[in-house]
Nanobody, 126 residues
Framework: QVQLVESGGALVQAGDSLRLSCAYS?????????VGWFRQTPGKEREFVAA??????YYVDSVKGRFTVSSDNAKNTVYLQMNSLKPEDTALYYC????????????????????WGQGTQVTVSS
């Protein structure tokens, strides 16, 4: 079993930076589980944002060059560094985990991820 707790969400202005944290417990870390970030706005499906899977990192096109996912296994924490924030980044951000995957695993789909945190709100004002 894996428990995930997000933090770091806030109200910021366009162009600002923010770092989200996902503290995990259980048998996790780069050697066992991939950790991903999703976001969701009211009335829309949960959208993949970024993931760290072993030595690979994946990003949705809309955040490439602005967001960076990283892990600190000593602190059992995964981070999402978000720079140059835009109003369209406003959403409830979730951290998720699933066993390390290879090949053509469909990590873009929320249903492909096993464990979820409760979410942290990010609001970007224009």
């Amino acid at each position: 079993q894996v428990q995930l707790v997000e933090s770091g969400g806030a109200l910021v202005q366009a162009g600002d930076s923010l770092r989200l944290s996902c503290a995990y417990s259980g048998r996790t870390g780069a050697y066992y589980y991939a950790v991903g970030w999703f976001r969701q706005t009211p009335g829309k499906e949960r959208e993949f944002v970024a993931a760290h899977n072993w030595n690979e990192r994946y990003y949705v096109d809309s955040v490439k060059g602005r967001f960076t996912v990283s892990s600190d296994n000593a602190k059992n924490t995964v981070y999402l560094q978000m720079n140059s924030l835009k109003p369209e980044d406003t959403a409830l951000y979730y951290c998720a985990a699933t066993p390390i995957f290879t090949g053509s695993y469909d990590y873009l789909r929320a249903t492909s991820w096993t464990y979820w945190g409760q979410g942290t709100q990010v609001t970007v004002s224009s």
